[in-house]
């Protein structure tokens, strides 16, 4: 081949390797892109970070993403298994709350997912651990961490006794951004069965009985009770919102064969259940 010819192949070669290059440059995933850093919790060789959309964790549900960083290599974990442990300190004894296992975030690579439902906090955000137990090439480690849960500004999660002598906490996971319409209404529903351990309650039913106490105490057409979805664990129904403002959203907790075991009916006479969550908007 003549040089004439080669010279330009040659050129063309570099050109489009130097381009390519430059297009994976670009093309590096954010894998926390939209998320808000909570807290970084350092462990010798590793740094765990924490996040979610706020950047702080709440009374109620959080789901919560996780990355394992490795400090000596400045790179993220991808094969990690890990667990995790909440505990609140009382001044005389402690307890635990409703969480989920932690699984891998579906199409990341670096990035694990779990959800924890704080139940309560103090005034301050204080009184809360949490204690983080991973594996990464057959190695244990774990690491335990003070953190602050802020006090949410509705009531988003509720615990109480049911007439089985049962404590359960029911939570508000949806809707997050309430609209007027008939919003899917998104709830967890956990029995304490020790201080440490709040196991999924199966197949109850919750009813639904939404009102505006500012508005005459009216309620609103086409709502519909919430059942046990049995694919994730949580039960749905749908909840009707007809104006903007304070929503009083009057619960019964029924268990498998239809006995109440917690809230009221509202009536003229009753204007509210004892069990309740609420939202504004």
């Known amino acids: ?21 430059d297009n994976d440059d670009t093309m590096l995933i954010n894998e926390v892109e939209n998320l808000q850093l909570i807290k ?19 009374t109620g549900y959080n789901m919560i993403s ?11 974990v991808e094969d990690a298994t890990i667990s995790w442990m909440p505990v609140m300190q009382m001044p005389t004894m402690q307890h635990s709350c409703p969480k989920s296992e932690i699984t891998k975030a579906i199409g990341k690579d670096t990035v694990y997912q779990g959800f924890i439902i704080y139940q309560m906090t103090f005034e301050d955000g204080s009184g809360w651990s949490l204690t983080l137990d991973y594996t990464i090439n057959d190695v244990d480690y774990s690491v335990t961490e003070t953190i602050n849960v802020m006090q949410y500004e509705n009531q988003n999660t509720a615990s109480f006794m049911g007439s089985d002598d049962s404590r359960y906490i029911v939570a508000l996971i949806a809707p997050k951004a309430p609209s007027i319409a008939i919003n899917n209404m998104k709830v967890g529903l956990f029995k304490m069965e020790n201080m440490m351990t709040f196991p999924v309650v199966e197949d109850y039913t919750i009813a639904l009985d939404p009102r505006m106490p500012g508005m005459g105490n009216h309620s ?3 709502n519909t009770d919430l059942t046990y979805n049995s694919a994730d664990h949580f039960y749905y129904g749908n909840l009707s919102l007809t104006m903007t403002g304070y929503w009083k959203l009057n619960l019964k907790l ?11 009916d509202v009536t003229e006479n009753n204007e509210s259940s004892s069990l309740y969550l609420d939202l504004e908007f």
């Open 1 to 21: 081949m003549k040089l004439k010819y080669l010279l330009p192949i040659v050129c063309f070669t570099l050109f489009f390797s130097c381009s390519t290059d």
């Open 220 to 222: 609103s057409p086409n």
């Open 254 to 264: 029924l268990d498998a064969s239809g006995t109440v075991l917690k809230g009221e």
């Open 66 to 76: 996780l990355r394992i960083k490795d400090n000596n290599t400045n790179t993220y």
């Open 40 to 58: 970084t919790i350092e462990n010798g060789d590793q740094s765990i970070e924490l996040y979610n959309e706020k950047g702080m964790f709440e």
